[in-house]
């Protein structure tokens, strides 16, 4: 028989159930029991031996499970940058319980056998619940719908081409139809490529001193106000990823108040850094959507703030060192996230911007709504066993890594707010001072 698991001590975060107090968290056979004060200390007033096992969250944050809606694990076909076995460790380490993981792999999960075959791969090796994402249009070109209800019979979580932009308004409206009829969310990598060009970083003040060729604002910003509307007409679920720019956020606030059904999500870096941050001889600063400038890092941590962005994404996007020694003109896009996005986020805590509920609310109830994940983002009596333990005050150089890659501009920063376990359907994924 396998044994009860007790969390004991912590302040359990949990908006759904409106709970922010000191309480233990009892978990068997990998749902979630009872949040009570004194459980741990009425079993073991028992005298016997202990029949469960307990993790010390004192001092700690005991919230539902952290969800990540933005994850490339770069399986099937690209497994020397990540696989699912070191993403998902990298995510368990970061406290994430579930990811999201995208549809731009190699091949391209455009089909219903691709989605099955990584979903088979996901049940083996997975340390964290993984959801697969649906391509909307065949091999990520753009110019024809993939089957897009078989996706979602097979197990498609969402659709999305991210990576790729939606060029064509027609296929986009297509897509955004299906996601009201099939209740699937799309993922929209907003950006028009017209714009970006050859751009490698944000178009303003930095790039013309470094001399690199810019991407601007508005080849984000018409993308989204495009879909926006597209998703005004059709009565879709629209999910703006990455959102990078003020007047994206500004877009997306107008949108909700018009009953738009739009959401977005802000990466870490995105609310961290700017481009007068970037060292143009670390390709790791390089990213899509590229750093911004200060007014938009400060609206995305508006946003972030009031509710008009809902949720915190990594876009964890790991490339080999090979790949991003080539420099910053040459090298891909993207940087790893799974692991530094606590710590990262936590700083908005403690500039005021987001208190403890809207952290939670940011990165698991909304993410579990969204998704339509009913029995995740609470701790609710039932709910799955998919718990993050948060030590706000451990702190770490960032040395050390679970996934396959290090291309992230952190790499050798402190950071402070750490993961201290990670409980993934009752079970301890991650545990600090033991992984």
């Not at 908006?15 to 107090?21: G, H, R």
């Not at 714009?195 to 303003?204: D, F, I, M, P, S």
């Not at 009752?426 to 545990?431: Q, R, V």
Request: hydrophobic share 40%; proline share 5%; glycine share 10%.
């Amino acid at each position: 028989m396998k044994k009860d698991l007790i969390i004991a001590g912590g302040t359990v975060i949990d908006p759904v159930n409106k709970i922010e107090e000191i309480r233990d968290v009892l978990i068997r056979g990998g749902k979630i029991v009872s949040v009570a004060r004194g459980i741990l200390a009425k079993r073991a007033k028992k005298g016997k031996k202990p029949d469960f096992q307990a993790i010390d969250a004192r001092g700690c944050w005991v919230t539902p499970g952290l969800i990540d809606l933005h994850v490339h694990l770069r399986q099937p076909g690209q497994s020397a940058d990540e696989t699912i076995i070191t993403g998902t460790r990298a995510a368990a380490r970061g406290g994430i319980t579930s990811l999201v993981t995208m549809a731009n792999t190699s091949p391209v999960l455009d089909t219903p056998a691709r989605l099955k075959s990584l979903l088979a791969q996901i049940k083996k090796d997975a340390l964290v619940n993984v959801f697969p994402v649906g391509a909307i249009t065949v091999g990520l070109k753009g110019k024809k719908l993939t089957n897009l209800d078989a996706l979602a019979h097979a197990g498609a979580i969402a659709f999305s081409d991210d990576g790729m932009p939606v060029v064509n308004s027609k296929l986009m409206r297509a897509a955004l139809e299906a996601s009201k009829r099939l209740n699937r969310p799309v993922l929209d990598h907003a950006e028009t490529p017209h714009l970006t060009g050859t751009g490698v970083v944000h178009e303003g003040a930095f790039s013309k001193r470094a001399k690199l060729k810019g991407i601007p604002s508005r080849s984000e910003t018409l993308m989204v106000m495009r879909d926006i509307a597209l998703a005004h007409q059709t009565g879709g679920t629209l999910h703006i990823c990455h959102a990078s720019c003020a007047e994206s956020v500004e877009l997306v606030r107008r949108a909700k108040a018009q009953g738009v059904r739009v959401s977005a999500e802000a990466a870490p870096h995105h609310f961290t850094l700017t481009d007068d941050d970037i060292d143009p001889k670390n390709a790791s600063f390089k990213m899509k959507p590229p750093l911004r400038g200060g007014n938009d890092r400060e609206a995305i941590i508006q946003g972030l703030a009031d509710g008009t962005i809902d949720a915190i994404a990594t876009d964890h996007a790991p490339h080999r060192a090979t790949r991003k020694k080539v420099g910053i003109k040459k090298a891909p896009f993207g940087m790893t996230g799974l692991e530094t996005a606590i710590p990262l986020s936590l700083n908005l805590t403690r500039r005021g911007a987001l208190d403890a509920r809207r952290f939670v609310e940011r990165m698991s109830v909304f993410p579990a709504k969204l998704l339509g994940l009913k029995t995740k983002g609470h701790l609710g009596k039932g709910a799955d066993a998919d718990i993050t333990v948060i030590d706000p005050n451990a702190e770490e150089t960032y040395a050390t890594t679970a996934s396959k890659c290090r291309n992230t501009p952190f790499w050798g920063r402190r950071l402070r707010g750490l993961a201290r376990a990670t409980i993934v359907s009752g079970k301890i994924a991650y545990l600090r001072g033991r992984n």
